[in-house]
């Protein structure tokens, strides 16, 4: 009943939930048009990858990041640590080796807000 | 040229279905042909909501499929003159539907002196969802005040701006209206739920209206018939007022602020709000 209603106490967290909403929408809004493209870029980078490297499709991570200076695309490539085929002419002993290569994309994140 | 509109919202369950019936019995009350359909192929519901499921015979699938005249899969609606139903099929996948083929139908719709086209969207993202709003002029967003429900009604906004024949072919985009629906004034006044102005302000669209939550949405849909014929309850008039406003009358908006209660109300009603939160 509403008579001692006001004696409990109230959660009031609908602030709560508008500042996450404007975090992910405003992180989701950035990465529109990239995100699109994503998928299909992490699948033709891990078809380069594969002729040479035997790999797992979970291994190879592509990201959009925001920066300062604009959008960077990130590249990570986790290489296994047991080879099954025979080594390829390199002889290097570091079996994890971790690539990453930066790029401007403001183009596209103009795309993505206009 | 019939006006398209599409009701759509990303979410699932947040009252698309029963808005799209309201908007669309709404609109033939005022005196506009139109039609309401149902674009969700294998879920169809509408019919329920607007009480004429034992008259469907053809369907939306059927018509695209050449398999029925659009007039023979057309339901008149027996309450409302200018009202009716093209339902969607119960029994088809959803790849049934295609572009072209919904093309075809939205243009014959127009050239049989229909005035309102009211596309009932499926959930999600996917091609049912793609499908229901290319055509549209204009997209009636329905959202509940609560965080999933607001993250996905931006993404549908996203889609609106990108996906659509508008978008695609550079013509003005399609106007966006936000409907805000099973909203509680008073809980939004006391900090439980996002209240229509963080809403706004996180979606960035205009207002067309705020439905509360209401037993009357559930007496309707129980009944089979669109909760906007019992324009003497909260819901039913609030969707009214949509409709009107939608077809350019300026009416306040109602149902933002809690309704004010008399001394005696406030201690001794099973409201589930605070007595002192109004």
Redesign the interface.
Known sequence: ???F??L?P??????I??D???I??AR??RV?VGASYLPQLQQELLAVVAKYEKLDLDLVTVNVEQRDDGEVLELNVVLPEERQAPPPPTTRKKKRRKKKRGRHLAAAANLATS | MAKVIVVTSGKGGVGKTTTSASIAAGMALEGYKTVAIDFDVGLRNLDLVMGCERRVVYDLVSVVKGEASLRQALIRDKRVENLHILPASQTRDKEALDLEGVGRVVKELGTMGFDYVVCDSPAGIEKGAQLAMYYADEAIVVTNP??SS??DS??IL?LLDAKTQRAIEGREPIKTHLLVTRYSPAR?A??????VD?IL??LGIELLGVIPESQAVLNASNQGAPVVLESETDAGGAYLDVVKRFVGEALPHRFLEPEKRGFFS??????P?????G
């Open positions: 009943m509403g008579m209603d006001f409990k109230r959660s009031a967290t609908a602030a939930a508008k996450r909403l404007q992910i929408v989701e809004r529109g | 609560e965080v607001v993250r931006d993404r996203g939004a006391s900090g439980e739920m996002l209240s963080d302000e996180l406030r201690f001794f009603s099973p409201s709000r605070s007595a002192f939160a």
